[in-house]
């Protein structure tokens, strides 16, 4: 982003006068010329020889904090986002508020690019908090910083909002494939089952040794002997039905069985006396000629 390098370069830029300010000073002349050389390969993107020259100058200051800020910086360049984060943390730590918020606004860079987007957040508000309890004018170096770090907060915002429409896109996206290949799956295994059935029939027509003529014969004579069973058994079905009724047909009243006893009676009677007269006939002698 054009506006965090500018904030970047003003923030090296503050280290260098105050340095020389110390050197006019006489103070301090190796760390002020290690960190002159330092930040002017750092303008260059030269950033190991600039990282060099910080931890130069950091042995004649351990407990200088704006080398640690510059060392971050560095580290943060080339993209040793680990180192450059620890830094920062310490940094936010131990400086005042106008280094917490500096290096605050770094972190949330640092954070952004490890993708911890949430933990950027956080960041971008505490830079904005920080500058608050500053007193600045408009316009200040301070007053651009916390725009940035709004704008940082908004974009990673609507940055995050983007990524978890992309993730759904792409989880709908791995269903409907997982669901597709299902479906192939699937189909693939019924045409397997299909032609393992096919060929199985084939196999048992091949070991009949009977021709197909004789195999229809042999069917037709199962359809027909099947067919005449079925006969018969409706057949016996029909005769079972009826016979009750026969039998029913068969009872009489106590009257009607009077009559038929009376009947059967006066028929024997009259074959008694036929069997009567017939004795007599036949026992009869023929008669002398007159």
């Not at 103070?27 to 990282?51: C, F, H, M, Q, T």
């Not at 005769?239 to 009724?245: G, K, L, N």
């Amino acid at each position: 982003m054009n506006s965090s390098n500018k904030m970047k370069h003003c923030k090296l830029l503050f280290f260098v006068v105050v340095l020389f300010g110390w050197v006019s000073l006489g103070w301090i002349d190796p760390l002020a010329d290690k960190v002159r050389e330092g930040n002017s390969l750092y303008n260059e993107s030269k950033y190991d020889e600039a990282l060099d020259k910080y931890v130069n100058a950091q042995v004649d200051s351990p407990n200088t904090i704006q080398l640690d800020f510059n060392i971050a910086n560095a580290q943060y360049k080339r993209s040793k986002y680990h180192e450059a984060a620890q830094l920062f943390e310490k940094v936010i730590r131990t400086g005042d508020l106008e280094m917490k918020a500096k290096s605050s606004f770094n972190m949330g860079n640092t954070l952004y690019r490890q993708g911890q987007m949430k933990e950027a957040l956080e960041c971008y508000k505490k830079t904005v908090d920080f500058i608050d309890e500053i007193e600045h004018k408009v316009g200040s170096e301070l007053d651009i910083l916390k725009n940035d770090a709004k704008y940082n907060y908004e974009y990673v915002e609507r940055k995050m909002q983007e990524n978890e429409q992309k993730q759904q896109g792409q989880d709908q996206k791995d269903r409907q494939q997982e669901e597709e290949q299902d479906k192939n799956e699937q189909r693939q295994s019924d045409d397997n089952k299909s032609g393992e059935e096919q060929n199985q029939e084939s196999q048992k027509d091949k070991q009949d040794p009977r021709p197909e003529s004789t195999r229809k014969e042999n069917k037709d004579k199962k359809e027909n002997n099947q067919d005449q069973s079925d006969k018969d058994k409706q057949k016996d079905q029909r005769s079972e039905q009826q016979q009750p009724q026969s039998q029913d047909q068969k009872q009489m009243t106590k009257e009607e069985a009077d009559r038929l006893l009376e009947a059967l009676n006066h028929a024997e009677k009259e074959t008694r006396l036929m069997k009567r007269d017939a004795q007599h006939l036949q026992h009869r002698s023929v008669e002398k000629d007159w």
